[in-house]
């Protein structure tokens, strides 16, 4: 057991290090006003963070992670570009998700971040540079990603808004999202609803439950998806390897789906931005559904450490660093305001085990 005071120091060393890289040190509540998260994510947040209630403030979290108060406060009076690290604990409850997790995850641990909100496209580059560059000394393997790719790919498909709607909401629920596209892909059943004489009854009212009716039944009238979408849609989510080997093969299936062309050429440029960095593409593994179980802000270029070959017996551990772009977050928490975002954060203890076994 690695007692705290390690895994502080290792989180202190990593503050250190973001604060060389023109960071300001910041130190948002442990204890957060619900209400922006059940904005971003909806009823869903309750399952992993944990709440209670106060007489005075109304509904509060313990802080489920670091990037929304940090985006909170820089969109009320920060400047622009700006650089915040901090260092603290974050709490969560076990996300069962679609399957009981083999590994049991921290209900309470150590984060130390990284967030720069700038208006340069080379800001994805200079973020994943860092975190490299920090992380280098202890042999994990480095996975990319682009939440963007993806999406690009769903709005792409030749399907009504509102189903192509639903399929963006899951996106970051990998079975829902299996479950809907199957029954997007297959004929629907029609729904009888009778005209009865019966008082409408329940929390709707008559006319919600009218509009509801008709949805179903434009729904149902709705002609499947051709197959041949789903197979290049799994294609996609399939593709994974050394960074210019997908890159290829992305150019390849962006002539089959049209919407992903500038994602594709995007990812070109950051890969090339990164390998300016010094860092060789050839070791960097893209995962193009990298960022489909994380929290549903990032919507552009994502990243993650692991333990590798070098670390056998850590087999099943969590990311030892995540990160990624979260410009949407900035709209939503903007209040008129927008700017480019990109951050991450690191595991000072899961480093501190590393370190403590070597």
């Known amino acids: 057991m690695i007692p705290k005071r390690a895994k502080q120091a290792v989180g202190q060393r990593l503050l250190e290090a973001f604060r060389a890289a023109g960071a300001e040190e910041v130190a948002p509540d442990i ?17 992993r963070a944990y709440v209670t209630a106060d007489p005075i403030r109304g509904e509060m979290m313990l802080r489920p992670d670091f990037t929304v ?3 909170e406060a820089h969109m009320t009076n920060g400047a622009e570009p700006a650089r915040y690290c ?9 996300d069962m ?16 971040g990284f967030e720069l909100f700038s208006r340069d ?17 202890h042999r994990l393997r480095a996975e990319i990603g682009d939440m963007g790719l ?19 909401h899951h996106v970051w629920r990998p079975g829902r999202f299996r479950r809907m596209l199957a029954r997007f892909s297959t004929p629907s059943v029609p729904r009888h609803f009778p005209e009865a004489d019966a008082p409408w009854a329940g929390m709707r009212s008559e006319a919600e439950m009218i509009r509801r009716i008709a949805r179903l039944n434009a729904d149902a009238a709705v002609a499947p998806l051709p197959a041949i979408w789903t197979e290049r849609l799994e294609r996609l989510f399939r593709l994974r390897g050394p960074a210019p080997e997908v890159q290829a093969q992305l ?17 070109g440029a950051q890969m090339a931005a990164i390998a300016g960095h010094g860092i060789d593409p050839e070791a960097v593994i893209f995962d193009a559904s990298h960022g489909r179980t994380t929290l549903e802000y990032y919507d552009g270029f994502t990243f993650s450490f692991h333990v590798g070959n070098f670390h056998a017996s850590r087999e099943g551990w969590p990311p030892i660093a995540s990160g990624g772009r979260y410009d949407a977050l900035t709209r939503v928490l ?25």
């Open 69 to 71: 108060p940090v985006v």
């Open 121 to 137: 496209p080379a800001a994805d580059a200079e973020v994943f540079a860092l975190f490299h560059r920090l992380l280098a000394p």
């Open 251 to 267: 150019a390849e299936l962006a002539e089959d789906m049209p919407a992903i062309a500038g994602a594709v050429a995007r990812i």
């Open 334 to 358: 903007g209040k008129g305001r927008e700017i480019p975002a990109v951050g991450g954060i690191i595991r000072p203890g899961l480093l501190a085990e590393l370190e403590g076994a070597a």
């Open 31 to 47: 204890l957060l006003p619900a209400g922006s998260l059940l904005d971003l994510y909806g009823e869903d947040i309750r399952a």
């Open 97 to 112: 998700g679609d399957q009981r997790p083999a590994t049991l995850r921290d209900n309470e641990y150590l984060q130390a």
């Open 86 to 94: 901090y260092l603290g604990e974050v709490f969560r409850k076990q």
């Open 150 to 168: 993806v999406l690009d790919a769903v709005r792409g498909l030749p399907l009504p808004e509102a189903r192509r709607e639903a399929l963006l």
